[in-house]
């Protein structure tokens, strides 16, 4: 540990995540066995402004490894986005003999980060959040748990509509990103998968691959929407006049966000929490821990900002995202995907595209030969 730095402060900001206990256990446990005190903050940053501070020990964060949610709380602080508001927030953690922070959250919580690092307290990023939205960063901290729980949801919801002979549209959450719809729609063999990066709008040529799905016999359809495409419900009842197929919306909702945290998602929070108190050992401020084709290391924040923006871009530049994918929306058992390859591209490296299996893998090497 650098000699400055004796007490680390850890919060936990934006959406909780299931895993977050692990990194801010692995934080505590880390720091302390490098002669560090470490302090929880409640609540993110608003902890900080309300100066809710808990002296943390080996004990307090046993047996919460297994734990969704956050013992240490969360919550969107809004005026942390003010200069002034931010220049009092480090003139508290001063106060209070922090010299240093742990933020664990996604990218809002990544600026706040940023502007008390520039107000002099060193900062360093833990990627939390379900959606995976945080650019350069192939993973994030309770992506893997939420998406095993969709699967296992969208697994019962095929169950009944397969009774019923139903259509039956289960909306994601992901805010403007669409990794859970992606990852949950393939592993669910959802029949169509909408993404607020690829999709078109076009309703139309939806309910037709339903019409042309029945005529060949299928019986039931899942379509697995995300929230950033949103009106689940509306859809159905469009559906449903179009098609005269029973038709019904399920918003699988918070129910994502909870829960106990996988194998992936304990590991992996694990090391990033360690690296974290290892990055701000060694002086570092204003980094970003990043999960990299397995390896975890690190990046300048202000680099990830510059590459990201994927989700703040308009729409056209956005449906870059999946570029040479093929069909997203996909038809029944017949698609090709080009998975990871935005992230990959933003680092600047060679896109990988994989093809995921299919009934139909040659009929889509010949649609398209230039993708492997
Ligand atoms: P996430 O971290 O999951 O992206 P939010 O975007 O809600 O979640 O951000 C979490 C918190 O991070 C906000 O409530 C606020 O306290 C802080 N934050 C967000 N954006 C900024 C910003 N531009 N400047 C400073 N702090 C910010
Ligand atoms: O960022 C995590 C997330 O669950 C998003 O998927 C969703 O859009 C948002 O948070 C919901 O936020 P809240 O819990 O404030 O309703």
């Known amino acids: 540990m650098s000699k400055e730095i004796k007490t680390i402060g850890v919060l936990t900001s934006g959406g909780d995540a299931p895993g977050m206990n692990a990194a801010i256990r692995a934080v505590v446990?880390?720091?302390?066995?490098?002669?560090?005190?470490?302090?929880?903050?409640?609540?993110?940053?608003m902890g900080i402004l309300n100066e809710e501070f808990i002296d943390m020990d080996q004990k307090s964060v046993a047996d919460i490894i297994q734990k969704g949610g956050t013992i240490l709380g969360t919550a969107r602080c809004l005026e942390f986005k003010e200069p002034d508001v931010q220049k009092y927030g480090a003139e508290i953690c001063r106060k209070h003999g922090i010299d240093a922070i742990v933020v664990i959250g996604g990218d809002g919580s990544y600026r706040g980060a940023r502007d008390l690092s520039e107000r002099g307290i060193p900062c360093v990023g833990i990627p939390g959040t379900i959606d995976n939205d945080i650019a350069c960063c192939d993973y994030t901290i309770g992506y893997d748990t939420a998406m095993n729980t969709v699967m296992d949801m969208v697994d019962r919801i095929r169950d009944t509509t397969e009774s019923h002979d139903r259509c039956s549209i289960v909306e994601v959450m992901g805010r403007n990103a669409g990794y859970i719809a992606l990852w949950t729609g393939v592993a669910n063999g959802a029949e169509d998968i909408l993404l607020p990066e690829k999709y078109d709008y076009n309703e139309q040529e939806l309910i037709n691959n339903i019409v042309r799905?029945?005529?060949?016999?299928?019986?039931?359809?899942?379509?697995?929407?995300?929230?950033?495409?949103?009106?689940?419900?509306?859809?159905a009842k469009r559906i449903e006049a179009a098609t005269g197929i029973e038709t019904r919306a399920t918003i699988l909702g918070h129910l994502q966000r909870g829960g106990s945290p996988t194998c992936k998602d304990r590991v992996y929070a694990s090391l990033m929490g360690a690296y974290a108190v290892d990055l701000l050992a060694k002086g570092e401020s204003n980094r970003v821990v990043i999960e990299d084709d397995g390896k975890i290391t690190d990046l300048d924040r202000q680099v990830k900002f510059e590459l990201v923006p994927a989700y703040y871009e308009p729409y056209e530049r956005r449906s870059s995202l999946y570029e040479d994918s093929g069909r997203i929306r996909i038809p029944s058992g017949c698609f090709s995907l080009a998975f990871g390859i935005s992230k990959k591209r933003q680092q600047g490296k060679i896109p990988d595209v994989y093809i995921l299996g299919c009934q139909c893998i040659e009929h889509h090497r010949q649609l398209h030969p230039h993708l492997r």
């Open 29 to 45: 446990r880390k720091a302390i066995s490098n002669g560090v005190a470490v302090k929880g903050i409640k609540k993110g940053y």
């Open 213 to 235: 799905s029945r005529k060949r016999g299928k019986t039931h359809h899942i379509i697995v929407n995300a929230e950033g495409i949103g009106h689940s419900t509306s859809m």
